[in-house]
């Protein structure tokens, strides 16, 4: 009976000692940066609010969703006595590292109150990407035709740029609207505060919940990690790293010479300058006793 207590004593323990090497040399491995979040996108070619009417019809990817392959298209669109165009497209695509919005449409016309807006073309893009461990937003609109009024519009105008198209009715060009977490980029707003209408022609959005940028792995020779086995670890106890910036802890024979390299080349029983005397300096690289370097012994 005492034999048999003692045989599971002794494996109990055996177990716990293996267990606990199993969990020491897991420790010694660092985990990966992993991102904490999700890309989301949303693009829209026609929206018109109004105490009349409310309508959207063409949308890619909906809101808050993540942001998945999406495309809509209709031609001929009339949305009440406000809004048409011959052709409308919203796309969104979930890229690798990234999130992209477009919106289009051609021969748009917008009419609101007294004022009338035409467009041959209208597209809007909004697009993030990972850069450094964190998200970086990027937002275009391209206008052909701008005419309020009868009257042709530069289209060269600063982003956010307001028009005042009558008393009633005011036009926003190229809209972006950026925060922490989201890009909006609008072709162009239409607005009337007294008429309680807003027109939206092609809008896209692209925009992130939490991080989903992994964080940036740091070079290898600042990880805290033995990344080419020598024993050596980071600048600058690992001869193969130049800087704590350097990505590559190898041991390249273009960073480092004899004198540097902290082997015994010679055979000498010393190592590198400036215990072997046959180095000159660090950048020296041959580490043998040459009559040249050093005087004999008397």
Do not use: W, Y
Request: negative net charge.
């Amino acid at each position: 009976m005492r034999r048999a207590i003692a045989s599971c004593l002794c494996l109990a323990a055996l177990v716990a000692v293996m267990a606990s090497a199993v969990a020491v040399a897991g420790g010694d491995k660092k985990d990966e940066p992993t991102a904490d979040g999700n890309f989301t996108c949303r693009a829209s070619a026609l929206r018109v609010t109004s105490p009349l009417v409310n309508s959207e019809p063409i949308v890619a990817n909906r809101a808050n969703d993540p942001c998945m392959d999406d495309f809509a298209q209709l031609a001929n669109v009339t949305i009440g006595d406000i809004a048409r165009a011959d052709l409308a497209n919203a796309q969104t695509d979930n890229e690798p590292g990234g999130a992209t919005s477009s919106a289009s449409t051609t021969n748009a016309v917008v009419n609101v109150g007294d004022t009338v807006v035409t467009a041959d073309v209208l597209e809007s893009q909004a697009s993030v990407t990972c850069e450094a461990g964190q998200p970086v937003f990027a937002g275009s609109s391209r206008i052909v035709t701008l005419v309020i009024n009868g009257e042709p519009v530069t289209i060269e105008a600063p982003p956010n740029t307001v028009i005042d198209a009558s008393p009633l009715v005011k036009v926003v060009i190229n809209e972006q609207i950026q925060t922490a977490d989201r890009l909006t980029v609008r072709a162009i707003r239409v607005t009337s505060e007294a008429l309680a209408t807003e027109v939206v022609v092609s809008e896209s959005i692209a925009d992130v919940h939490g991080n989903p940028c992994a964080p940036a792995k740091p070079p290898q020779c600042s990880d805290g990690i033995d990344n080419d086995g020598d024993k050596h670890i980071d600048f600058p106890e690992d001869h193969g790293c130049s800087s704590p910036e350097d990505d590559d802890e190898s041991d390249d024979p273009k960073k480092t010479t004899q004198c540097s390299d902290g082997i015994d080349n010679d055979g000498d029983k010393h190592i590198d300058f400036p215990e072997d005397h046959g180095c000159s300096s660090p950048e020296d690289d041959d580490e043998s006793d040459d009559p040249k370097k050093t005087s004999k012994k008397k």
